[in-house]
């Protein structure tokens, strides 16, 4: 049965690097939020559609200054870390998560500070546009199930991980695990409670598997965590090859990198969410591949931390399974369409980052730039892929998880010219310029979780 139809035009991206531009379709949404057709003026049905839906008060029209655009996808998020935003991103990693992140996640411990701030970051994401979000939570179980939760009380697709934690060398005394054995009764106890939760009959909010990365672990923690992925075939999420210093800190512990490590503790699956991963071997890139896992790129995250270029033209080339993430508080703005343009500005750098008048071989490597239509197909398909579900994309069968932006409100920085923009300008000017106030409805699953 049909819910709701909107009417006007939209712009996705079901070829990666090009776009689709409707100027007059009817995307009809049924009652279990799932796109049941897209019209257009051609099909025999689209007047008979459009009046018995504006007879039943169920169109929703756009004006023409209103795009109708897929849900983003933020495929990693630290949730408990939105007050850090902005704060210490000079630090070198190592130091900015011993002195601001460990003690800021510690607090949510108690449940009245989550209930303070996870609210307040499920809206801003919302409101953002951000229709699935891929969070890291903290160690705590009881304040983990909270932010499911709160997700699900505010309507988003959210993915969320009870961060593990058990290495005494690495974390600091007052944010560890009890113990490694507690820590995977909770995991498992916080799995089932995540997937029975009251409100979450059609899966809405996930567990995913949450080792934090190699430095943070005990190897029985990540043997006993590949277990638990075996047995719930949940998704998986963990920090990847991120800096020379965790990189250094895997091949000194195990002799292999990441990818090696995770895959040897059966960790590595087509629910697999890696961020960073900077350092990919070809073997890394054969496994990923072999295994169907998805990289989530951090760009802005990636140039304070990483100490090298994200080879995200190598990537997309190799047809490896990648979205975007915007690694809160590893970068500070809570929008996707943000980190499509650190995304096409992070490969820009590494193409020609020196100035002319250095020697040529300093002016990095040519053809490693990716276009503001691949990292939107990013922002969208890409990360509906490595979430595992159908959205991205205004196709019959695919999730409506939808936005609808308006360049025309009051304090706007997108302006468009109408007699000079392309379609194509239009949508790039989007990726670019868009902003918070642009966005005047947000659904997930057809349900509407904004409007302004
Ligand atoms: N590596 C391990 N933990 C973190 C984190 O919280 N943020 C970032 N950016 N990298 C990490
Ligand atoms: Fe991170």
């Known amino acids: 049965e049909i819910k709701f139809g909107v009417l006007g ?82 630090l070198p990693l190592y130091d900015w998560l011993q002195d601001y992140t460990f003690p800021l996640e510690a607090k949510f411990e108690d449940l009245n500070f989550a209930k303070k701030i996870y609210p307040e970051l499920v809206q801003s994401l919302l409101a953002n546009g951000t229709t699935s979000a ?13 932010l499911a ?57 996930s567990p ?39 990189r250094d800190y895997s091949q000194e512990k195990y002799g292999k990198t990441d990818v090696e490590i995770y895959s040897d503790f059966g960790l590595m699956t087509s629910k697999t969410i890696l961020a960073h991963s900077i350092f990919l071997t070809p073997n890394d890139h054969a496994v990923i591949k072999a295994t169907g896992a998805s990289i989530a790129h951090c760009p802005l995250s990636n140039m304070y931390f990483a100490n090298a270029a994200m080879q995200t033209r190598e990537i997309l080339d190799n047809e490896l399974k990648c979205g975007l993430g915007s690694d809160l508080a590893g970068a500070p703005i809570p929008s996707i369409f943000h980190t499509c343009l650190d995304a ?34 990013m922002a969208t398909v890409g990360g509906g892929q490595a979430i595992d579900a159908r959205v991205g994309l205004f196709q019959p069968g695919f999730e409506f998880d939808a936005l609808i932006v308006d360049t025309a409100v009051a304090d706007s920085n997108i302006f468009i010219l109408d007699e000079m923009d392309s379609a194509k300008d239009k949508l790039e000017k989007i990726i670019t310029l868009n902003s918070r106030q642009n966005i005047r409805k947000v659904w997930v699953k057809g349900q509407l979780v904004i409007e302004k």
């Open 134 to 146: 891929v969070y890291f939570a903290t160690i705590h179980k009881h304040t983990s199930v909270e």
């Open 9 to 90: 035009q939209y712009f996705h991206c079901p070829v990666k690097g090009d776009f689709e531009y409707a100027s007059n379709a009817l995307v009809l949404v049924d009652d279990k939020g799932v796109i049941a057709s897209v019209l257009t003026e051609k099909d025999a049905d689209f007047q008979t559609q459009l009046s018995q839906l504006s007879a039943n008060k169920q169109l929703i029209e756009l004006s023409s200054s209103q795009y109708l655009m897929p849900g983003m996808v933020d495929l990693h998020v630290h949730a408990p870390q939105f007050p850090q935003a902005g704060k210490g991103l000079d």
């Open 344 to 377: 096409v500005n992070h490969s820009r750098v590494r193409e020609d980052g020196t100035s002319t008048y250095l020697p040529a071989d300093s002016r990095g490597e040519s053809g490693s730039r990716i276009s503001f239509l691949e990292s939107y197909w």
């Open 149 to 205: 939760r709160e997700c699900l009380k505010q309507g988003q697709r959210g993915f969320i991980g009870k961060v593990n934690m058990d290495e005494a060398s690495q974390c600091p005394p007052f944010y560890i695990e009890p113990s490694t054995r507690d820590a995977l009764i909770d995991t498992e106890d916080f799995i089932q409670q995540v997937l029975q939760l009251e409100g979450n009959e059609h899966q809405l909010v």
């Open 208 to 246: 995913v598997v949450t080792p934090r990365f190699v430095p943070s672990c005990t190897s029985e923690m990540l043997q006993g965590l590949g277990e638990l992925v075996q047995k719930y075939h949940c998704h998986v999420q963990t920090h990847c090859s991120e800096s020379d210093w965790a």
